[in-house]
């Protein structure tokens, strides 16, 4: 956490009851389990899109069938509060493969790239470690970079050109537009779409490529990038036919809409989603239920074919999502805020041969977290100035020390000003930068035990300034520096943008 005290944050933050015990090292967590780990690991990192993680029967959904990714958890630790470090595709998937914040590289949205393509990336530092790293289906990279992967299957979402410019909406204003969104007209059933098509390539790539592995090759780092459960939200009839009726409306108490802070009014206009129609946002929901099913389906082909592998025993699987999902809570669709449905992703780490299957881990961590474990799973040199810490001495004790913090950034569109998020403990603190002079800044503080669907902001009680004040000192210092000059980083950007020679291609399907 950078220069901050953890034990002094969480004590002042009013985080809950922290574990003093010495965190355990990994030689030492090693030694505890009485198992040796001579060879390095294959990593197998299984990314999907878009993926609220209440939405699955491991997280206790009763009604979506998720079967193999519960059937994953039972075999794994299944990770209760993991968060996206920016709930937004590109920046999440570039803060993931960077090792650091967003803001720390530039990657403000989905028209953004990593400096270079040999940028100290994720799959570099495997590759340096010997391990062969490949990429099978979407991390939305510009045409031009792949960061140390070697591309197998389709590379139809990562054939982007990124022009690096961005924009901000007028803070004052909220004149709604005409209509509702276009994107409800892709509420419906159907046997074919882009993201049918890219994930079952996906599926099809990674069987393939597992089939063809031997125990002699180097180690592997393989991820597998899925779209679903991403919109348009098109899925065959069968998969939306065992949700009509069953997915409950999402409840939105009175005033909620007019207390959210600017930003959040500005996404619901931004994105013309006001005032959905009771069918669309039901059909919405069932269908995303759907296609969630779907995609578990086609996870289950890939896990299932690399439990017949040479690779089976020694691959650790690792299930999580790049952001999360609003179906009508809050009045928000898609992503992009910082609320649960959004900011939360589902995280699942498998390796039987190291822990025992059907734990899990209750405190917070993030997917900087999840990166710095994969590498030193594979014994990889990191990058000083990383984010995150490896969480394999929590997975092989659990009452191992852990920091119980996530940090998640949004710069992207749609907005008037870019905002940040801290969660540690039970509380949730969120910082929305002034977007003018005439405009102050917003906070929000939610208590997620006593208030899990953040409908009531504390941030303005006066018996809460003192926890406020803790957990914005703790933000800044560990994005190193304050969310306002972050926005201006941001704004400088974007209005610079990369000067690149080309046109950029027509997207086949609007990625944000």
């Not at 970079?145 to 299957?153: A, L, S, V």
């Not at 597998?224 to 009509?244: C, S, T």
């Not at 800044?476 to 306002?484: A, Q």
């Not at 201006?488 to 943008?497: E, I, K, L, P, S």
Request: charged share 25%; hydrophobic share 35%.
């Amino acid at each position: 956490m950078g220069n901050v005290n953890r034990r002094d944050f969480l004590k002042l933050a009013g985080a809950g009851a922290v574990s003093l015990t010495i965190p355990v090292c990994l030689n030492a967590a090693q030694q505890l389990s009485g198992k040796s780990f001579v060879n390095k690991p294959n990593i197998l990192v299984i990314m999907s899109d878009e993926h609220n993680a209440a939405v699955s029967g491991c997280y206790g959904n009763s009604v979506v069938k998720t079967a193999n990714l519960d059937g994953l958890a039972n075999k794994g630790v299944t990770f209760e509060s993991c968060y996206c470090n920016s709930p937004l595709c590109v920046p999440s998937r570039l803060s993931f493969i960077s090792g650091k914040y967003s803001s720390r590289v530039g990657a403000w949205s989905n028209e953004c790239w990593l400096p270079t393509d040999d940028f100290p990336s994720l799959p570099n530092i495997m590759n340096a470690a010997g391990y062969e790293s490949f990429l099978c289906g979407k991390m939305h990279f510009d045409r031009i970079r792949r960061y140390g992967f070697t591309e197998i299957g389709s590379d139809e979402m990562n054939d982007n050109f990124r022009t690096g410019r961005g924009w901000r909406r007028r803070a004052d204003d909220l004149t709604p537009k005409p209509g509702i969104t276009e994107r409800f007209d892709q509420f419906r059933t159907g046997q074919k779409s882009n993201v049918l098509i890219h994930d079952r390539k996906v599926t099809s790539g990674a069987v393939e490529f597992l089939n063809s592995r031997k125990s002699s090759d180097k180690p592997f780092f393989l991820l597998a990038g899925y779209l679903a459960p991403h919109f348009p939200l098109i899925v065959p009839e069968k998969y939306w036919q065992q949700y009509k009726g069953k997915v409950p409306m999402p409840v939105i108490p009175k005033g909620h809409l007019e207390s959210q802070p600017l930003n959040y009014k500005h996404l619901r206009i931004g994105f013309n989603v006001e005032d959905a129609p009771d069918d669309i946002v039901r059909r919405g929901r069932e269908l995303y239920y759907g296609l969630t099913q779907w995609v578990d389906e086609e996870i289950g082909k890939v896990l299932k074919c690399l439990a017949e592998s040479e690779a089976a025993d020694n691959t650790v699987v690792i299930y999580t999502s790049d952001h999360g999902e609003n179906m009508g809570e809050h009045g928000l669709w898609w992503k992009n805020c910082m609320y649960e449905q959004a900011s939360r992703v589902p995280l699942i780490v498998s390796w039987p041969a190291r822990w025992k299957g059907g734990q899990r881990r209750m405190q917070t961590c993030s997917l900087l977290d999840v990166v710095q474990s994969i590498a030193e799973l594979g014994a990889a040199e990191v990058p000083d100035d990383w984010n995150g810490d490896s969480m394999l001495a929590w997975l092989d004790e659990p009452a191992t020390e852990w920091k119980d913090f996530a940090v998640s950034e949004y710069y992207g569109h749609n907005i008037a000003s870019g905002y940040a998020m801290i969660r540690a403990g039970r509380y949730k603190y969120v910082y929305h930068s002034p977007p003018d002079d005439k405009h102050p800044a917003q906070q929000e503080l939610y208590d997620l035990q006593a208030d899990p669907g953040e409908f009531n902001n504390l941030a303005g009680q006066e018996k809460h300034k003192q926890r406020v004040r803790a957990m914005h000192t703790a933000l800044v210092k560990e994005i190193g520096e304050h969310p306002d000059q972050t926005e201006q980083r941001c704004r400088a950007d974007y209005a610079r943008g990369y000067k690149r020679r080309g046109k950029k291609r027509k997207e086949k399907r609007k990625n944000s």
